[in-house]
């Protein structure tokens, strides 16, 4: 713990430690410590993770500099039992939606995938949240009977049960169970729904499995075996809880399954003789799978496979094992690839050299108003900034401290631009169409108020040419080999983009190179239908349905922020941008430029690629 030592303490600051550290002493006496020559003062950790928004705007901490945002990850895992069968000639095909509620709304976080013809399911997928102590997290879980390939929620999926609950009361009781309750409370029948919850530590790692098998026995009639493997990690109480399920390989013995990823956390709890119970089943599509065998493994086993060596296990039946004399197994099961790796933060990326380029895109169609009038979105008052200019400079004056140059890229969309005065939905608000970058934040803003008088405003609204055009200088001319650069773009618009199939394709498109998209719509246009780019209701898709590699767009309205200060616009459009930057790299498998040492070189979790 840092310690400093001051001379001298002033009245006015004995006294906001009075009523900082002693609320309940209202007019404590500014000598409540007694008469100090010199005083220690210590600076000790934040005990809180965050402060909510209300606090940060009346807390004069805050004002100094309140705690830093301290993030724990948790790891959810859900299995049901005796779940109702709503279906006639099969089995109910269950999947289990999850539900975060914000301000009195239940949206969407996640869901499992669908189990076939199974009324006691357990699910491969995990369910990933971020636990804050300080606040109540509600959750509620719902189980459905899907029919199709259509999203939950038409009328045809059956409604299986639900239950409601807190994330502090998983997580404190690390493994839940919980009897489903249709809709007036009313019980499913004996249905209940068990949830496993795991701490991620921030130091945590993962593994790439690759694996295969050859010879296993054909359960089959008419055609050889499906496969599919299940890993489950055995832990300290005997029971075993499901790490993952491959696919499922049709009319094959001899299957190659696709590589997976799996944390150390998740697979053996970072102990690498921790006993995992590997079982191969032959699919049923009624849910009635076919057992061909089982092993057992460690991850330390698992580590032999290096420089083209590989690990292979006897698949075995016990039950064959015990009534055939000449049974050796069922099969062999052969780990070809390991690839470990190391959780890097975003600190890690941005400590490593990583440069954040900002480029700020501006609405200047009609619809804004004449400038010249002071009802306009763009006039320029001499005595405050307009919402345009308040966007730019709260999240701009952030990102300029992650970039060496600080230039930043300033782009116009939807005005007639000189000297022939064309619509242009992308162009240099400096006019320099060979370089389009100013000199630091106030070089935008004066960017901006000169380029006002020179255009007209006009439209439409379209954005997708100019997210082509980032995400281009993005990708670069040669593949991206390391972690140098990371771009985001922040769009001020009036209104809702009139573009909307080509923004969604173009976002799809950028989700794929190394870019963050922040959009504030200023003003108070209706912009409802902006909130499906953000991407928080459910997987934003293209117009021929391809979904996004991952979620890169966060889209505010200016107005909720009108009275709050800049740096909770800031906080709430920025909020997302270090875990965008962590998962792109991670999914590129590209480690920061100079990794941070490894403090516990012994810890698995720590090992590099």
């Not at 008469?35 to 003062?41: A, C, D, N, T, Y």
């Not at 006002?452 to 990708?475: D, E, M, S």
Request: some cysteine; glycine content about 6%; charged content about 25%.
């Amino acid at each position: 713990v840092p310690v400093w030592k001051t001379e001298s303490i002033s009245r006015t600051f004995s006294s906001f430690i009075s009523s900082q550290c002693f609320p309940d002493i209202q007019k404590a006496p500014y000598d409540l410590f007694g008469p100090v020559s010199s005083f220690w003062l210590v600076f000790l950790p934040p005990y809180r993770a965050r402060m909510s928004e209300s606090q940060e705007a009346s807390s004069p901490v805050a004002g100094i500099g309140g705690p830093a945002a301290c993030v724990t990850k948790v790891e959810l895992r859900v299995s049901c039992k005796s779940l109702l069968d709503r279906d006639t000639l099969n089995k109910s095909d269950p999947c289990v939606m999850l539900m975060v509620q914000a301000q009195g709304q239940w949206t969407e976080l996640d869901r499992t995938e669908v189990i076939k013809s199974n009324l006691n399911p357990v699910f491969a997928k995990v369910l990933l949240l971020d636990y804050y102590f300080e606040e109540v997290q509600k959750l509620r879980f719902e189980v459905y009977d899907i029919h199709g390939t259509h999203s939950i929620g038409t009328r045809d999926d059956d409604f299986l049960g639900g239950v409601e609950c807190t994330l502090g009361q998983i997580v404190a009781q690390k493994k839940m169970v919980k009897p489903l309750l249709l809709k007036y409370g009313k019980y499913a029948g004996k249905s209940t729904i068990t949830i496993h919850a795991e701490e991620i530590s921030g130091n945590n790692g993962y593994v790439e499995l690759s694996f295969c098998a050859k010879k296993l026995d054909d359960k089959d009639l008419f055609s050889k075996s499906d496969p599919f493997l299940e890993i489950y990690r055995v832990n300290d109480d005997g029971t075993e809880q499901l790490v993952h399920r491959t696919e499922v390989i049709k009319n094959n013995l001899n299957p190659v399954w696709e590589p997976f990823k799996v944390s150390l956390i998740s697979l053996c709890s970072c102990d690498e003789d921790r006993k995992l119970r590997c079982l191969v089943w032959d699919y049923d599509s009624r849910g009635k799978h076919d057992f061909i065998g089982e092993f057992y493994a460690t991850f330390k086993e698992m580590q032999k496979v290096s420089g083209g060596n590989k690990v292979t296990w006897e698949c075995v039946n016990p039950k064959y094992k015990i009534k055939k004399k000449n049974y050796k197994n069922s099969g062999l099961v052969i780990l070809t690839d390991l690839k470990l790796h190391r959780l890097y933060s975003f600190l890690d990326y941005i400590m490593g050299g990583c440069q954040i380029h900002f480029t700020v895109a501006i609405d200047f169609t009609a619809s804004n108003g004449d400038p010249r009038n002071s009802c306009s979105l763009h006039y320029i008052n001499p005595y405050q900034p307009n919402e345009y200019l308040k966007a730019l400079i709260a999240v701009g004056e952030i990102c300029q401290d992650y970039d060496s140059d600080k230039r930043f890229s300033a782009l116009g969309f939807g005005a007639r631009i000189p000297p022939n005065y064309e619509v242009s939905h992308d162009f240099a608000i400096n006019f320099n169409p060979d370089d389009d970058e100013c000199e630091e934040i106030q070089g935008v803003v004066e960017a901006y108020q000169n380029c006002l008088p020179k255009i007209q405003l006009y439209g439409p609204t379209n954005v997708a040419p100019i997210i082509n055009r980032i995400a281009k200088q993005a990708a670069g001319k040669e593949p991206i080999k390391d972690a140098s650069r990371y771009h985001i773009l922040l769009i001020l618009t009036d209104g809702v983009v009139t573009d909307m199939a080509d923004t969604r394709e173009a976002i799809v498109r950028a989700s794929y190179q190394p870019l963050s998209i922040i959009i504030v719509g200023v003003g108070n246009a209706d912009f409802t239908d902006m909130q499906i780019l953000d991407g928080d209701d459910g997987v934003l898709r293209s117009p021929k349905g391809e979904p996004v590699l991952r979620d890169i767009v966060q889209f505010v309205p200016f107005r909720d922020f009108k009275t709050a200060s800049p740096a909770a616009l800031a906080k709430c459009v920025l909020a997302e941008v270090p875990k965008q930057v962590v998962e792109y790299f991670s999914h590129k498998v590209i480690p920061p430029m100079c990794p941070v040492l490894d403090s516990t070189p012994n810890s698995i979790a720590n090992t590099p690629d």
